[in-house]
Nanobody
């Protein structure tokens, strides 16, 4: 069955870096797009970055462009989210999700995916 497991979250200070991992099973990354979402307290879950089956990435939030990057290791069935220059407003639970082969255009809504990880907490605070 399809499974996604996030890891790597934690408490960091503003300006620090963190790398999240999304280990997947039950499907192959060269056939699926993986999106990263986050949900801050009291806010809607928002999709901000996606990697499609061909390896192309799409950003949906200007606030993370230039700071966050997505990559994958097909041999390890893992997608990574590298987050640099973290800010307090990046504090949220981070989720990875599986879509079809391609990322969506314009925005990455929750309805894009039926398969989600359990989430990992990222807290940015001094």
């Amino acid at each position: 069955q399809v499974q996604l497991v996030e890891s790597g979250g934690g408490l960091v200070q503003p300006g620090d870096s963190l790398r999240l991992s999304c280990a997947v099973s039950g499907f192959t990354l060269d056939n699926s797009a993986i999106g990263w979402f986050r949900q801050a307290p009291g806010k809607e879950r928002e999709g901000f970055l996606c990697l499609d089956s061909s390896g192309e990435s799409t950003y949906y939030l200007t606030s993370v462009k230039g700071r966050f990057t997505i990559s994958r290791d097909n041999a390890k069935n893992t997608v990574y989210l590298q987050m640099n220059s973290l800010k307090p407003e990046d504090t949220a639970v981070y989720y990875c999700a599986k879509g079809g082969p391609w990322c969506s255009s314009g925005s990455l809504p929750r309805a894009w995916s039926d398969y989600w990880g359990q989430g990992t907490q990222v807290t940015v605070s001094s």
